[in-house]
């Protein structure tokens, strides 16, 4: 399978951007949990958010909890990031990924994920 990320670029503070993570090969239903990470320059990559994909439980970090929506089209077979009140400190590389074999505990954890997007870049600028 492979995971296609899009939808960053640039935007200024408190603005809005939507990014898109396509499957092909593979269906997300056949994942336990579909989530998104992000990685800033210099730093350790970070989960954001993720979606259990049986039930549509969402998970997020307490830094984006509020601002950032995740969802997924099962017909399109692709979940969304949804990000308003953006800040600069958003900036970062943004993956999307899938785990097969993820444990409900373990879902914030980058270990947890077996297919990972390129990633797509979104930059905030104040």
């Known amino acids: 399978v492979q995971l296609q990320a899009s939808g960053g670029g640039l935007v200024q503070t408190g603005g809005s951007l939507r990014l898109s993570c396509v499957a092909s090969?593979?269906?997300?239903?056949?994942?336990?949990?579909v989530g998104w990470f992000r990685q800033a320059p210099g730093k350790e990559r970070e989960f954001v958010a993720t979606i259990w994909w049986s039930t549509g439980s969402t998970t997020y970090a307490d830094s984006v909890k509020g601002r950032f929506t995740i969802s997924r089209d099962s017909a399109r077979n692709t979940v969304y990031l949804q990000m308003n009140s953006l800040k600069p400190e958003d900036t970062a590389v943004y993956y999307c990924?899938?785990?097969?074999?993820?444990?409900?505990?373990?879902?914030?954890?980058?270990?947890?994920?077996?297919?990972w997007g390129q990633g797509t870049l979104v930059t905030v600028s104040s």
């Open positions: 090969g593979r269906t997300f239903n056949r994942y336990r949990t």
């Open positions: 990924a899938a785990g097969a074999r993820t444990i409900l505990s373990a879902r914030t954890e980058a270990t947890s994920y077996d297919q």
